[in-house]
């Protein structure tokens, strides 16, 4: 894991970004700030005191995306202030998709690699985006939940999707392979696996 990181926080120092991805909800720790993209949480090294409260199971993580093609990847930390990439824990497989502008993109806690998560918990959330010219960063700090209410209100809706409405409310199958889950309407993820992407950071 440290090794890891390591390679991401060699990435974060050297990439230039041409464009950009903001975490829309759960609300990220700061206001977005495109310079600091491509370091740790978007440049935010503290915890927020006030955390947005998500779903164990059938969560959803809402972006807009400016990249035409793009990967990502979600990982936890439950260090009540996490500041650097060695707290957290990758919790999916890589994963990508296609289009420019917003995404829903299901997260199921309670069936990812992170064990012993549970209600009432404090967590920061990190996503990991990758447009094609660097990582980018951001963070949401937590408190988990076993109230689906702050879903359900979403309405999120994917710009690709070409039904026009994609419900975040309802209930959805579970993909173990992911560590997410697929609620109702939401755009299918493509796997990359992970392993076709950490060797590049390591070398």
């Known amino acids: 894991m440290k090794s890891i990181a390591s390679a991401l926080a060699l990435l974060a120092s050297t990439v230039v970004v041409n464009a950009h991805f903001q975490m829309q909800f759960p609300a990220p720790r700061g206001p977005f700030v495109e ?11 503290n915890a927020t005191t006030n955390r947005t ?4 199971s059938g969560g959803i993580v809402e972006i807009n995306s400016e990249h035409s093609s793009w990967s990502a990847a979600f990982y936890i930390s439950s260090d009540s202030n996490p500041n650097s990439f060695n707290d957290f824990q990758q919790v999916n497989s890589f994963f990508k998709d296609q289009g420019e502008g917003k ?3 299901p997260l199921n806690l309670a069936s990812s690699n992170f064990t012993g998560l549970q209600s009432g918990q404090n967590v920061t959330l ?9 990582n980018l960063f951001q963070c949401a ?8 209410s ?15 409405s994609n419900s975040t409310s309802g209930s ?4 173990s392979a992911l560590g997410v889950a697929a609620t109702l309407n939401v755009k299918v993820l493509t ?3 992970a392993a076709s992407l950490i060797p590049a950071l390591l070398a």
């Open 141 to 148: 700090d937590l408190t988990l939940t076993n109230d689906n």
């Open 150 to 164: 702050s879903i359900s209100s979403l309405n999120c809706q994917n710009s690709t999707s070409g039904s026009g």
């Open 191 to 193: 796997l990359l696996g």
């Open 103 to 105: 995404f829903c993109l």
């Open 35 to 45: 310079d600091d993209e491509p370091n740790f949480c978007d440049g935010f090294t």
């Open 53 to 56: 409260q998500f779903p164990l």
């Open 172 to 175: 959805g199958s579970n993909s």
């Open 126 to 134: 990190q996503m990991l985006f990758d447009g094609g010219d660097g």
